[in-house]
């Protein structure tokens, strides 16, 4: 199987604020700072001290906590969510040295030998992000290189990606991601989004995609904030297109958020509810 991301998109970051369902919504995945995607980049868990988020509908299994008593000793992070059938229990910790962050994660699940580790650093505005995951099971057995740029113009962002997923078992090939991302912050701390991805594959697997990705994250006054994500997906070269639109709603009250993820289906049945999904923010270091 063959498989090619290229991203680029305009995005605006929504800071601290984050949680598995506004991420589901914007579909950006790993291109913006976000409180989960330290589970890619442990060592931005000194960015997020003190912080509380999860999913509370559809999953009550998916959960984070970042706790920092001394923040020059670091951060410390404890997550579970669910990954392809398995609910990963996950700890990580960060720490700031000198102009470098240093990061480190590990599943401690028996039979689900899961660890990374990685480095990052931000100077004036500009910075990157560089981490190495491995997973040994011998049923599942991959290791995972990450690497993301980013440099700040005014009020854009440009982020390019690369990605290696190099799987052993059950099939032995490697899945490489390529990616840049432009983001253009818009109003108070929202922005809107616009990327192409190309990935490929090469091994017992081979195949490759584009993929077409636009957004926002548009606050309407001080409490909402309106959610918008799009994507298009093009399989061998621009055939079978397949386009999805997602869209949430987020609430603010000081260091409160809640994210609802609307459901589209219910504008086709009745008998669904309009959330299909709701997540959660409390920066509690601020109490």
């Known amino acids: 199987m063959k498989k090619i991301t290229l991203i680029i998109g305009f995005i605006g970051i929504s800071l601290l604020w984050a949680n598995n369902t506004r991420m589901e919504v914007l579909a950006v995945g790993d291109y913006i700072d976000d409180i989960v995607n330290t589970a ?27 706790i920092a008593p001394v923040p020059r000793y670091g ?43 990685s480095i990052g650093r931000r100077f004036f505005n500009r910075g990157f992000d560089l981490s190495f995951l491995i997973n040994g099971q011998a049923d599942d057995e991959w290791y995972n290189l990450n690497l993301r740029f980013f440099k700040q113009m005014d009020d854009y962002t440009v982020i390019p990606r690369y990605r290696l997923h190099y799987y052993k078992a059950p099939f032995d ?6 990616g840049l991302m432009l983001q253009r ?3 108070n701390e929202g922005f809107v989004f616009i990327a192409y991805e190309y990935d490929f594959c090469r091994g017992d697997i081979e195949n490759d995609s584009t993929h077409f990705y636009a957004g926002l994250d548009l606050p309407l006054n001080r409490r ?64």
């Not at 669910?82 to 990963?88: A, H, I, V």
């Not at 720490?95 to 590990?106: E, P, S, T, Y």
């Not at 090939?173 to 390529?178: A, D, E, V």
Request: with cysteine.
């Open 185 to 187: 912050f818009i109003l």
């Open 75 to 117: 951060c410390l992070g404890i997550w579970q969510k669910p990954d392809r059938g398995n609910n990963e229990f996950t700890i990580g910790y960060g720490v700031r040295f000198f102009r470098f962050r240093f990061g480190a994660l590990f599943v401690p699940v028996k039979d689900h030998l899961q660890y990374g580790f």
């Open 40 to 66: 890619l980049y442990p060592e931005q868990l000194p960015i997020y001290q003190n912080q509380l988020y999860g999913d509370i509908t559809g999953s009550t299994s998916a959960f984070g906590i970042t």
């Open 224 to 287: 909402f904030v309106l959610l918008l994500g799009f994507n298009e997906n093009f399989v061998n070269s621009f055939e079978t297109p397949q386009w999805h639109i997602e869209a949430g709603i987020g609430f603010r009250i000081r260091e409160f958020h809640i994210d609802f993820k609307l459901n589209q289906d219910r504008f086709f049945n009745k008998d669904l509810t309009f959330i299909s999904g709701a997540g959660i923010d409390l920066d509690f270091g601020r109490f």
């Open 173 to 178: 090939y490697q899945h490489h991601q390529i």
